[in-house]
């Protein structure tokens, strides 16, 4: 167990050893989530799309680029959004 003590303008040192079992960088986004048991679970938010969607398995004939994907990705949000308010 580690821990850190709160200051009085709410901030905190992450220890060391939460840097490292997160694997954090300077920049990196970090997570709360609530359980309903009173915990706090930290985790990094980490990965980008491009990121995510270059480790995907595919076939060299359905490979699609990520520009493709985020343009789909847009064009089906802008396409609900557009329903939404019909």
Request: one cysteine or more; glycine letters at 2%.
């Amino acid at each position: 167990m580690v821990q850190s003590t709160l200051s009085s303008t709410n901030q905190t040192t992450i220890p060391k050893a939460v840097i490292e079992a997160l694997n954090l960088k300077p920049s990196c986004q970090l997570v709360y989530e609530f359980a309903n048991d009173g915990r706090i679970v930290l985790s990094a938010k980490t990965g980008t799309f491009a990121s995510v969607a270059d480790r995907l398995p595919s076939k060299a004939s359905k490979a699609h680029t990520t520009e493709k994907m985020k343009s789909a990705v847009k064009a089906m949000a802008r396409k609900r959004f557009l329903r939404a308010n019909e």
